[in-house]
């Protein structure tokens, strides 16, 4: 018998699209949030190095090492304009371990945490592991972009609403919230005394020139706010599995707790190299983000005519099979066997945006193969 916290939680569908897919080498990788990209030259050195420094290779310091927390304090000053010390930081085991820890420090079981929908599957159930209860409030089509329904999201708002858990770009749908959506955001949470939990997984891959918002930007946000962020997007590093949590005293303490008694440490030998990685120079990533950009035009290019949302920034976009007839799995089974083109379906991602997508990431594969995506859909979905 499965206990009950387990009740309404499903498994991922993405593993098993990629073993379905194989290593069929003729298969469109689209499946799985990677990039073929790689990790700063300067990271992948400093992790070499620290292979022989017997400091690497401890349990101590439980938060992660001093020079890792102050990277990441330096980094949200300059992104947020205000102060963060070391001890506002806690190293985790990378985003992931982060998102859990911040709600097992902030929720009680039959708290209700809001975020949208669709959004990252591991945040829905993630709640639902710490015996909250998500609510859903539904991102809509307004001119050709994803925008978040504000009345939607004021009305999700009760008396039992502990936190509101947003990423942003927010995955899978690539929705960036723009200046309006971030104020209504952050007068939300003054006026009903919400904690804000922000996914920074991806927070600087932009789009067409997209500005950078940041929430703790905003008066009396940083003291609201848990910055969960991480090097496996911005900086390539999906396997080092570094991550962190930033935010104020007296909560960011129960968030050290809670990562004690999780994993108790970061892993010593990566943190060396998540250091390199903030140092790194602003080309690395500008470099980067255009050649994402690249391939999402790709993308946009060759589904034009289908009922593809383009993404305004991340690693993935939504292709709308509801409007051709077809549920999430269908479609990617279609994919797959006639098109081969390996898709996630999104039936558990959301309620209202959810299973009639499958999401398409375009940050693994180079244009050349991604140019060919129109005849594979065609053979695929086409009538």
């Known amino acids: 018998m499965p206990v009950r916290r387990l009740t309404d939680i499903p498994g991922f569908s993405i593993d098993r699209v990629a073993a379905a897919a194989g290593d069929d080498p003729e298969v469109l990788r689209l499946e799985n949030l990677d990039t073929d990209l790689p990790p700063p030259s300067a990271a992948r050195a400093a992790t070499r190095e620290a292979l022989d420094r017997a400091d690497a290779n401890s349990y101590l310091p439980f938060t992660g090492r001093e020079e890792l927390r102050e990277a990441v304090a330096q980094r949200l000053a300059r ?14 085991c990378g985003g992931t371990e982060g998102m859990l820890d911040a709600l097992l420090a902030t ?6 945490v809001v975020l949208t929908d669709p ?3 591991g945040m829905i159930n993630r709640v639902r592991l710490v015996g909250a209860v998500p609510r859903l409030v539904p991102f809509v089509r307004q001119a050709g972009a994803w925008r978040l329904d504000l009345d939607a999201l004021a009305e999700a708002v009760n008396g039992r609403t502990r936190a509101l858990f947003l990423m942003n770009p927010s995955m899978p749908s690539g929705a960036v919230l723009n200046r309006e959506e971030w104020a209504f955001v952050v007068d939300l949470c003054h006026r009903r005394s919400l904690r804000l939990i922000y996914n920074a997984a991806m927070e600087r891959i932009l789009f067409d020139g997209r500005e950078f918002l940041h929430p703790a930007a905003w008066p009396g946000m940083a003291e609201r706010t848990l910055v969960v962020g991480s090097v496996s997007k911005e900086f390539r590093m999906i396997g080092w599995r570094i991550g962190w949590v930033a935010g104020p005293h007296p909560v960011i303490d129960d968030v050290a707790r809670v990562h004690l008694y ?6 010593g030998i990566a943190q060396a190299g998540a250091r390199a990685a903030l140092a790194e120079p602003e080309a690395d990533f500008a470099a980067c983000l255009r050649t994402w950009e690249r ?3 790709t993308v946009d290019e060759q589904l034009r005519g289908w009922p593809l949302h ?4 991340g690693w993935s976009a939504l292709l709308d099979v509801g409007a051709l007839g077809l549920d999430s799995f269908t479609a990617s089974r279609l994919l797959l066997e006639r098109g081969k083109v390996a ?14 997508y499958v999401r398409l990431v375009f940050s693994r594969e180079p244009v050349e193969r991604l140019s060919g995506l129109r005849e594979r ?3 695929a979905l086409g009538t």
């Open 107 to 112: 929720t009680d079981p039959g708290d209700e």
């Open 377 to 379: 859909v065609e053979r």
């Open 119 to 121: 959004t990252y599957a």
């Open 295 to 297: 391939r999402r035009d």
């Open 310 to 313: 383009s993404a305004a920034g």
């Open 262 to 267: 999780n994993v108790v440490t970061p892993t």
């Open 79 to 92: 992104q947020t304009g205000h102060p963060y010390d070391p001890g506002q930081v806690v190293i985790t």
């Open 343 to 356: 898709a996630t379906p999104m039936r558990d991602w959301g309620r209202r945006n959810a299973d009639g």
